[in-house]
């Protein structure tokens, strides 16, 4: 069992402020991008994120978790997911082909020792709902120029459109980040929930910017066939800021 916590950066700040950066905030407010295209915010409070390969495991945490914080804290969202075909997304393509290996991601994903905050991370939280029939109704060849890359086995296309998802997302530009996107949903509604964290939440901040086309103008054509639903940053501490919090709770 795998579990991550996060917390509203401004919320952090406040019980935490010695341990918490400066500059991280909330999705506090929507994305307006060009032609119409709106990110929602829907920040909460606090994310707890559980993983692991049973779900009756991962479901029986959940619960503990809700009962440990009642009074305190109440649940307002919930969502399952499951990996797909190994390492594809619903639209049938890899995901996270830029990710960085295990022994790079801590240097892109932790904030570095000597600042407050040092080994916690920045968490962009989106859930993606597809736009099945008319992705569908595509052939692989206009897919591939969407998202920039072949589908089958994740090259990208060197005459890759402007408004593809590679070249709006590229992390030679905005900076890397680490990506563990999940599948939600049924088999009527579904999506990709967008789970990323980066040492800097400009690299995110930016990434979105891009996506709905306010750097250039252009936007990611990726999003006329997946719509978001939810927008929130958390920051989630390191395990040694959540001990010391702990200890400083039992000794008050």
């Known amino acids: 069992m795998n579990f991550a916590i996060g917390f509203r950066p401004e919320l952090w700040r406040a019980i935490v402020p010695q341990d918490?950066?400066?500059?991280?905030?909330?999705?506090?407010?929507?994305?307006?991008?060009?032609?119409?295209?709106?990110?929602?915010?829907?920040?909460?409070?606090?994310?707890?994120?559980?993983?692991?390969?049973?779900?009756?495991?991962?479901?029986?945490m959940a619960r503990s978790v809700?009962?440990?914080?009642?009074?305190?804290?109440?649940?307002?969202?919930?969502?399952?997911?499951?990996?797909?075909?190994?390492?594809?997304?619903?639209?049938?393509?890899?995901?996270g082909s830029e990710n960085p290996t295990l022994l790079d991601a801590p240097a892109d994903a932790l904030l570095p020792a000597g600042v407050p905050g040092a080994a916690g991370s920045v968490l962009l939280l989106q859930k993606w709902k597809h736009k099945v029939v008319e992705w569908e109704a595509l052939a692989v060849t206009e897919q591939e120029r969407i998202m920039g890359r072949t589908k089958l086995d994740s090259i990208?296309?060197?005459?890759?459109?402007?408004?593809?998802?590679v070249a709006r997302t590229d992390q030679d530009k905005f900076g890397n980040i680490f990506r563990r996107n999940m599948p939600y949903g049924s088999v009527g509604d579904h999506g990709t929930m967008f789970v990323g964290?980066?040492?800097?939440?400009?690299?995110?901040?930016?990434?979105?910017?891009?996506m709905a086309g306010l750097l250039t103008g252009t936007r990611d054509a990726l999003t006329r066939f997946s719509q978001p639903l939810t927008?929130?940053?958390?920051?989630?501490?390191?395990?040694?800021?959540?001990?010391?919090?702990?200890g400083n709770l039992v000794a008050g």
Request: no cysteine; net charge negative; hydrophobic share 35%.
């Open 156 to 165: 990208e296309l060197k005459d890759k459109p402007a408004d593809s998802h």
């Open 197 to 210: 964290f980066s040492a800097d939440q400009n690299r995110l901040s930016g990434m979105l910017n891009s």
């Open 231 to 246: 927008g929130s940053y958390y920051f989630v501490p390191s395990v040694e800021s959540l001990r010391r919090l702990r």
């Open 20 to 60: 918490a950066p400066a500059d991280v905030h909330g999705f506090n407010s929507e994305i307006r991008g060009t032609e119409g295209f709106i990110m929602p915010s829907t920040q909460h409070d606090a994310l707890v994120w559980l993983s692991g390969s049973a779900y009756d495991v991962v479901f029986d």
């Open 66 to 95: 809700v009962r440990d914080l009642a009074g305190q804290a109440s649940l307002t969202d919930e969502t399952s997911s499951w990996s797909y075909r190994h390492d594809r997304d619903l639209t049938g393509f890899i995901d």
